[in-house]
């Protein structure tokens, strides 16, 4: 079975400047989880699809930020316009749905962001 | 107070020994515990998840759950020097909204020395 995959691994852009993320979950599973690392803080999450609908974007930092998840498969994240604050690790992870709560969550190897 | 609490280290440990890694929440409902191990440069890997209190070993783990106390913890045993990374302790809590979210921790780095 295939685990998440990202793409791409690094991205070094300008600010100013349009980033989109991709993540392709594991097959069969309806959530689907971005999460952001800065350097030296913890990993914040940013939002949850479940199948293609937005569960929650609570985390979202900003309207520069626009996530789709179309037909439920794979999710892009946008950045646009990028700032320089913006820079870090984006993660994406998937999961199974359960009534009572997440399931394990499995992480893709992450996008490294560089906004200069 | 942060929702997850985790030391941020460095532990360091003897090959062999225990490693003993701590952490407390907030969220009195939190209902779903994980453990990751993240080596530098990688994304976390899920290495222990626990749901009722008491303990789960799997292997050289075992995750220890007190939701009275609110406080979970991962012992590694006979550590070895691949046990060297950053912990993350990870738990489950409803967010304003009413969705269930996973907050995690800073992490704990261990370095277990040869």
Redesign the interface.
Known sequence: EAGVTQFPSHSVIEKGQTVTLRCDPISGHDNLYWYRRVMGKEIKFLLHFVKESKQDESGMPNNRFLAERTGGTYSTLKVQPAELEDSGVYFCASSHWRVWGPYEQFFGPGTRLTVL | QKE?EQNSGPLSVPEGAIASLNCTYSDRGS??F?W?RQYSG?????IM?IYSNGDKEDGRFTAQLNKASQYVSLLIRDSQPSDSATY?C?V?SR???G?????????TKLQVIP
Not at chain 2, 99 to 107: E, H, L
Request: no cysteine; proline share 4%.
């Open positions: 997850v209902q779903s994980f990751y990688k994304s976390p890997e899920l998840s993350l990870a489950n967010t304003s909204g969705y269930q979210k996973v907050t995690f921790g800073t992490g």
